[in-house]
Nanobody, 122 residues
């Protein structure tokens, strides 16, 4: 059974940097693409970034491209989301997800983590 456990987040100020981590269990970890989503208060969950099983490709939402970087360390079964130049609108619960790339610019999740809260103050 796949388990995804996020860590990181918490409180930050505008302009700060934060890094989220997601540790996955399961023997098939290396084969799968991984992604990050977020859900702000009162809004629907939205895609943030995704990465292929070997580290490529990487895709990003327009709202975070150039500020956030997704990466993975397969030896540690871990995927990261480095978030720079944080803005108050980045405040959300961030979810790690396992999934696949049905096309080169889209990601479909099938397993979710429990989420990590991030609050960015102005």
């Amino acid at each position: 059974q796949v388990q995804l456990v996020e860590s990181g987040g918490g409180l930050a100020q505008a302009g700060d940097s934060q890094r989220l981590s997601c540790v996955a269990s399961g023997r098939t970890w290396i084969r799968y693409a991984m992604g990050w989503f977020r859900q702000a208060p009162g809004k629907e969950r939205e895609f943030v970034a995704a990465i292929g099983g070997s580290g490529e490709p990487t895709i990003y939402a327009d709202s975070v491209r150039g500020r956030f970087t997704i990466s993975r360390e397969n030896s540690k079964n871990t995927v990261y989301l480095q978030m720079n130049s944080l803005k108050p609108e980045d405040t959300a619960v961030y979810y790690c997800a396992r999934g696949r790339f049905p096309s080169s610019n889209s990601f479909t999740p099938d397993y979710w983590g429990q989420g990590a809260h991030l609050t960015v103050s102005s």
